[in-house]
Structure formats: C-alpha cells, structure tokens
C-alpha cells in the first residue's frame, strides 16, 4: 500500500512539472478582410502552447470594457471563435480594440478594428510619402513647373510647403504645384545647382523629398586683355665697388656638463663609477633608466678615460688607468 501512494505522489509531481504555468498568444486577427453588418465575425489566432483557453475582452470608441468571447487553441495552437452577429456587437460608428490572451490582458495581443455603420475591418495603418521627384535641368527666364503628390491617395487634407528653395519659388500648398522662374541673377558662368526640400504634412505627420535644379551656364567668362608693358630707359650707373664682409665669428659657449638627477653632491662620483662597473643589478638600473647619458661618467660629471695601453707604472684597474708601487729588486750583494 505505501508503495502504491509513493508512486501516485511521484507521477503527481510529474504532472505539475511539465504543465507550463501559462501561454501567450502570438497571433490574432479577424478571419477574413471585413465583415458586413448582416454577417456573423470570427476571430482567429495562435497561441505558444496547444490546448489552451483564450479570452477576448473589447473596448469600444467610448472606453467601455467588456468581456467578448473565449475560445480553447487545438493541439496545434490554433484557435477560432464561434460566428458573432456583427450587429450585436458593434453599434458605435468608430474604432474598437479587442484585446486575446490567456491570463492577463497586459500580455495579450490587441487588434483594431473599424466600424463605420455598414461593415467592419482591421484599421489601415497610413503612411504619408512623397511621391519621387526626379532633379530638373533649366535656363534663366524659363519657367520650370511639377507638382507634387503622395502615394496614398485616401489621404486627404494635405499641406506641402518648401524648404530652403530660391527665394521666388513657390508652391500651391493644397495642390502641390511648383513654380519658378529663375531670373537672370540666378545665371553664372557655369551651371549652378540649387538644393531644397519640398515638404508635405497632415496633422502630426511629415514627408519630405529632396530635389535639385541645375541652372545652365548662361555667361562666358570675359576676357582680360593682357596689360602692355612699357619698358623705362636703362640708366647706366657707376660702378658700385662692394668691400668684403667682415666676418665675426660668434664665442663658442661650452657647456658645464649636467649631472644625473640621483648623483648626491657630497659623495664621490667615482663611487658610482665602482658601483655600476662592479654590481649588475646597478649597472642594469642606469642603463634602463638613463639611456639619455652616453656613459656613467657623463652621468655623474666625470671625463671618460680613453682606453689603451696603460704606461709604465700603471694598470688598468676598472677600467682606469692606476698607478702601482714598482717593486725594484736589490742585487744581491746590497742584501748584505
């Protein structure tokens, strides 16, 4: 018997773990493009888990708030609800929001649909363009003329105006008609581009399109007639005798040698010359951090010795030349 109940409360737990807590629609729409008010509507969705119930809540144009509808997803997701007569819901002209999801309404899907006494459809998303306006080539005194439109034509009441365009240019801001007539100050020895923007809005809504008109060269360029050189009488003059520079050559300044920064004044240089000729660890810190100093006795204010063969009484002891004590040997009679 106790074996029994421990298998029951295992395969239990099994079942709350694979359950998902909840599921999301991913889709929702009307099923077809627009209901008439004789007709019955069906809203069609998917959710991410099969088997799952999905209620419909709609606002209406006046904010109110009611349940619709619930439908359960198939094993494939995909749910339908059953026909509703068009007229039992919608009875206000305007736009309605239907809101499908499975727990809570913030994570739902909401569709837009209009009503406007006679059938309903999702709600067209309007997008205000400009029509493309290719760049126009033209010549002083002539009158260049288009007019501008917009893609959509079921939009109404837009304004187009300009931006940056030559001073007597205009445009019909219900129509859309350029007009300009460029005068000759507009005229170059080259042709000339103008740059400018044609803008069209409605309510909070804005397109505008660039557009360049090139003014033909209407000038040659004039002429400069080079100027006549008149050439002055050549006076001769005397001679002019020039007398050698004197030349002062400038007191060759010589420089006292500057010291490094870690010599200590009161000690003897040559103490570091010893130090970085007899310890590596020395000698390694100098060079790494002093590669300015081209030696050690530069560094420290000492003359670098010349390198050679020491004389007679000297050795070479680090490097410098040191006198040493001649040992002078007695013949060996003075030894008596």
């Known amino acids: 018997m106790h074996i029994k109940l421990a298998g029951f409360g295992i395969l239990s737990l099994f079942l709350v773990m694979i359950v998902p807590v909840y599921a999301d629609v991913t889709e929702f729409s009307i099923e077809k493009t627009f209901y008439t008010i004789e007709e019955g509507i069906v809203f069609v969705g998917i959710t991410d888990q099969k088997n799952t119930m999905v209620n419909l809540v709609l606002e209406n144009p006046n904010e109110k708030e009611s349940y619709f509808i619930g439908a359960r997803s198939n094993s494939e997701g995909i749910f339908e609800t059953n026909p509703k ?10 736009t309605y929001q239907f809101t499908a999801f499975t727990v809570q309404k913030d994570d739902g899907v909401t569709l837009s649909l209009e009503f406007d006494g006679s059938r309903v459809l999702e709600e067209t998303i309007t997008v205000l363009q400009l029509n493309s306006i290719e760049d126009k080539i ?3 005194e002539k009158t260049i003329t288009f007019t501008a439109s917009i893609t959509d034509d079921s939009i109404t009441n837009e304004v187009y105006s300009l931006e940056n365009a030559p001073i007597d240019a205009t445009i019909d801001s219900t129509t859309g008609q350029f007009v300009w007539t460029p005068s000759k100050s507009y005229g170059n020895i080259e042709d000339t581009i103008y740059d400018f923007d044609i803008i069209v809005n409605v309510e909070d809504k804005e397109d505008r399109e660039n557009i360049s008109i090139i003014i033909k060269k209407a000038y040659d360029q004039p002429i400069i007639a080079e100027p006549v050189v008149v050439s002055e009488p050549v006076v001769v003059s005397e001679p002019v005798v020039v007398s050698e520079p004197v030349v ?8 006292e040698p500057v010291v490094a920064s870690f010599v200590d004044s009161t000690k003897d240089p040559q103490s570091y010359v010893d130090r970085y000729n007899n310890e590596p660890t020395y000698k390694e810190w100098f060079d790494e951090n002093y590669s300015k100093y081209s030696s050690i006795y530069e560094a420290v ?13 000297t050795k070479l002891i680090d ?3 040191t006198i040493i004590e001649k040992t002078i040997q007695k013949p060996w009679w003075q030894f008596w």
């Not at 007569?85 to 305007?94: A, P, Q, R, T």
């Not at 002062?248 to 420089?255: L, T």
């Not at 204010?301 to 009484?313: R, V």
């Open 319 to 321: 490097g410098v030349c």
């Open 138 to 140: 033209s010549e002083i």
């Open 85 to 94: 007569d068009v007229k039992d819901i919608f009875s206000i002209i305007g």
């Open 301 to 313: 204010g000492l003359e670098e010795p010349e390198f050679g063969i020491c004389g007679d009484g």
């Open 248 to 255: 002062v050559s400038e007191p060759v300044v010589v420089s």
